[in-house]
């Protein structure tokens, strides 16, 4: 199986930075695109920044400029540094594979899963 898990979440004040890791895990061949998105509590989720494994970027408006996404293709680990953190980026913040490819079951056939979620990560921006 595969899954995807993340770190980096905390506590920071307003202007500081943080960086985010989503680490895929699993004997995985392939994965389309990463990406990170946002819950705030009373809102819906929300995309933040993807990135395909071609290395093309997508952004929010709200954090262009401040966030950057990268990708480790390696090991299949996505990065968000997070710079100039505003109280209104406080919130949990799920990593997010769009396909990812693997070897599974008893015979390690390739299989593929689709839209696989993180456990997520609180991000709290104090004023």
């Known amino acids: 199986q595969v899954q995807l898990v993340e770190s980096g979440g905390g506590l920071v004040q307003t202007g500081g930075s943080l960086r985010l890791s989503c680490a895929a895990s699993?004997?995985?061949?392939?994965?389309?695109?990463m990406g990170w998105y946002r819950q705030a509590p009373g809102k819906q989720r929300e995309l933040v920044a993807s990135?395909?494994?071609?290395?093309?970027?997508n952004y929010a408006d709200s954090v262009k400029g401040r966030f950057f996404i990268t990708m480790y293709y390696r090991n299949y680990t996505v990065y968000l540094q997070m710079n100039s953190l505003q109280y209104e980026d406080t919130a949990v913040y799920y990593c997010?594979?769009?396909?990812?490819?693997?070897?599974?079951?008893?015979?390690?056939?390739?299989?593929?899963?689709?839209?696989?979620w993180g456990q997520g990560t609180q991000v709290t921006v104090s004023l």
């Open positions: 990135i395909t494994n071609k290395g093309d970027t």
């Open positions: 699993g004997s995985i061949f392939r994965v389309n695109t």
């Open positions: 997010n594979a769009d396909r990812i490819g693997y070897y599974g079951g008893e015979y390690r056939y390739p299989t593929y899963r689709t839209d696989v």
